[in-house]
């Protein structure tokens, strides 16, 4: 009973961050052209293939949200790990500071609080 209940909530987790994740490859290829010239944000690469960078770190809860993804090479992907972005830009002398800055202007990571306090529609409460 409980491991149903456990996940139940899970997928009811799954949904609400899949709400928030609305980022289509295509919206991705345009944001790392538009923004980063298809370059890494990090090291200004860009003959590496790019993945998608959280700026707002998964550890801080951040989500693969338009406003909280950049382009980003491997190499750097692994080696940033869950380090502050800025730290890491500096590090690598990365020219696309302030465009990492415009890209996560007005992004909220999740507010865990929140979340946990939100009434759960998938879950029924029994009496
Ligand atoms: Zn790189």
Redesign the pocket.
Known sequence: MANIAGRKRNDALTRLLADRTNLTPSMFKEIAKKYFKNC?A????DQ?PLTKEHVVTNKDFGTLEPNNVIP??R??NDDKRERDWREYAKE?GSRFIKQIEARILGYKPLDLEELRNRPDPYIKVSD
């Open positions: 890494c990090y090291c200004n690469d590496k980003c090479c190499e750097c690598k």
